[in-house]
Structure formats: structure tokens, C-alpha cells
């Protein structure tokens, strides 16, 4: 590995933008399946709740997580140009 500290950044930023599309996807399939769950039982408000904050936590943690991981793809493709 370089001592590039653009290098070093670029590849925690691809390092969190990872983890916040696992855990982002994660809480909407969680939603989902609570959803099943609702439509198959009966919606309660806890589990309407429930369901509303898994998606608004996961859109939270997943918009920024994908533009990140484009800008790392970008930079990376950009870098290879150049050389």
C-alpha cells in the first residue's frame, strides 16, 4: 500500500460507503419483511412505526452511502486515465 494520504481517504471512504449500503439495504429488507408481516397478521402502530423508521434510517444511511461510492468509482477511473 502507498503513503498517498488522497490513496489512504479515497479508500475509507469506499470502506464506509460499503457498510452503509449493507446496513442502508439491510434495514429495507427489514422493512419489507415487516410489511409481510403487517399485511399477513394486522398493522399495529409500533409495527407501522417500525416499518417507517427502518425505511427513513435507510435512506439516511443509503443516499449518501451510493454518491460516495460513485465518487470513489469516478476518482479510481480517473486516476487509471491519466496514467
Not at 35 to 49: N, R, Y
Not at 53 to 81: F, N, Q
Request: net charge positive; proline share 2%.
Amino acid at each position: 500500500m502507498t503513503d498517498d494520504p488522497v490513496l489512504k481517504r479515497r479508500a475509507q471512504v469506499a470502506r464506509l460507503a460499503e457498510l452503509g449500503q449493507r446496513f442502508g439495504y439491510l434495514l429495507y429488507g427489514l422493512a419489507i419483511l415487516l410489511f409481510i408481516v403487517g399485511f399477513i397478521a394486522d398493522f399495529s402502530s409500533t409495527l407501522t412505526g417500525l416499518i417507517t423508521g427502518a425505511m427513513v434510517i435507510g435512506s439516511i444511511l443509503l443516499a449518501p452511502a451510493i454518491v460516495a461510492s460513485y465518487a470513489v468509482k469516478a476518482a479510481e477511473r480517473e486516476d487509471r486515465d491519466r496514467r
